[in-house]
Every structure is written in structure tokens, then in C-alpha cells.
T-cell receptor
Framework: DAKTTQPTSMDCAEGRAANLPCNHS???????VYWYRQIHSQGPQYIIH???NNETNEMASLIITEDRKSSTLILPHATLRDTAVYYC?????????????FGKGTSLLVTP | DTEVTQTPKHLVMGMTNKKSLKCEQH?????MYWYKQKAKKPPELMFV???????INESVPSRFSPECPNSSLLNLHLHALQPEDSALYLC????????????????FGPGTRLTVL
């Protein structure tokens, strides 16, 4: 699986959009970009994933550059409950059990 | 029911004890996982079970022994652990699907916080 690079930490004011970048310059054509987050003392939680098109769901939007070498997770209206570590993971979808290789992630702090 | 449950929530054990961690899911998922997470570090994969068979073992020491007795349960048996094994142990499950573009989401439990004295 391709490696990812994320900023160590970011701050965001409550109610504003949080834009979390991720670099994955060695991504292969069949690798998907996944985002998970981990709120303190909880298990990781799936947020969104995509291959090459931009994606949106009830939690977030995922913008993937045309060359697929980087992506941005957007939380449109951050709340205090969005304070968490956000992990960008690049992997091939498999039809059997597979590993999630978590990098160091970005620690997002949403402030009042 | 989209929940993965883990018991116990907390466990303190001595280096000579034998204990077990339990994980349960009722989502019909046929892949189940154990991850280990040290403080302020990301989760690290330990084991993967597919269709109740061990498919990935990330060179985990034999003092950790996984078991998948049925499609809903996953156990992690602990014996002769060291203090450096103190960590949060996370269980997860996922569907097994042939759909390449499918969500392939892993659902995580809240973890068992283990302290080895």
C-alpha cells in the first residue's frame, strides 16, 4: 500500500470548515483513499473513501486531485465533537480480510 | 446492529497470569481483526481472520494467541505478557465482498485497555 503524509496537527474554529490534506504521491491506479478518525479513547471510525472522483456523504467531502497524488478531507462545519485524530489511508480494495496501515494522522483540535 | 463489542473494557494482569479478551459482532461480517495501539501512536495490525481462518499474522509474539470460534466471536488469549504489552487492544470487523468499489469499511470496537504489571 502507498504511504501517506499528513500534517501532525491542525486547529479549526467551531462552525468553520476544516480542510485536512494528505499526500500520497506513490498511489497506484487501483488504490483507494480512505479516511478514518479516532476520537479520544474510542475505536477508529470510517469517514469516507474514494478512487478518483470527489465524494460526499453526511459526514464529510473528499477531494482528490486529478493526478491522485493528494487529497483533502473537508468537514464543512466543524463542531467540538470533531476533535480527533484523522487518518488518511491508501489501499487496494480486497475481497478478503485486509490490513489498515494507519500512519501518524493529523490531530485536529476544534476550538470554540 | 452496527456495533462491535469488546470485553472487558479494562484489564490489569500480572506477567504470570492468563487472561482473554473477547470481541463480538452481529453484522454478518466474515473478516475480523485485532489491532494494538500504544499511547499516542496509531493502531497496528496484529491478526486478520477471514471466514474464521487466520489469514494474516503480523509476526506477533506467541504470548498472544488469537481464536475465532465462530463467525461472530473473536478472542485474544494472553499469557506471560510483559509490561511493554500494555496498550489499547482494538477489535474490528468487515464484510468480505467482491465489489471492488464497495465501501470495505472496518467497524471498530471501543477497545480493551490492558495494563501488565
Amino acid at each position: 500500500d502507498a504511504k501517506t503524509t499528513q500534517p501532525t496537527s491542525m486547529d479549526c474554529a467551531e462552525g468553520r470548515a476544516a480542510n485536512l490534506p494528505c499526500n500520497h504521491s506513490t498511489i497506484s491506479g487501483n488504490e483507494y483513499v480512505y479516511w478514518y478518525r479516532q476520537i479520544h479513547s474510542q475505536g477508529p471510525q470510517y469517514i469516507i473513501h474514494g478512487l478518483k472522483n470527489n465524494e460526499t456523504n453526511e459526514m464529510a467531502s473528499l477531494i482528490i486531485t486529478e493526478d491522485r497524488k493528494s487529497s483533502t478531507l473537508i468537514l464543512p462545519h466543524a463542531t467540538l465533537r470533531d476533535t480527533a485524530v484523522y487518518y488518511c489511508i491508501v489501499r487496494v480494495n480486497s475481497n478478503s480480510g485486509y490490513a489498515l496501515n494507519f500512519g501518524k494522522g493529523t490531530s485536529l483540535l476544534v476550538t470554540p | 446492529d452496527t456495533e462491535v463489542t469488546q470485553t472487558p473494557k479494562h484489564l490489569v494482569m500480572g506477567m504470570t497470569n492468563k487472561k482473554s479478551l473477547k470481541c463480538e459482532q452481529h453484522m454478518g461480517h466474515r473478516a475480523m481483526y485485532w489491532y494494538k495501539q500504544k499511547a499516542k501512536k496509531p493502531p497496528e495490525l496484529m491478526f486478520v481472520y477471514s471466514y474464521e481462518k487466520l489469514s494474516i499474522n503480523e509476526s506477533v509474539p506467541s504470548r498472544f494467541s488469537p481464536e475465532c470460534p465462530n463467525s461472530s466471536l473473536l478472542n485474544l488469549h494472553l499469557h506471560a505478557l510483559q509490561p511493554e504489552d500494555s496498550a489499547l487492544y482494538l477489535c474490528a470487523s468487515s464484510q468480505i465482498t467482491n465489489l471492488a468499489g464497495g465501501r470495505h469499511e472496518q467497524f471498530f470496537g471501543p477497545g480493551t485497555r490492558l495494563t501488565v504489571l
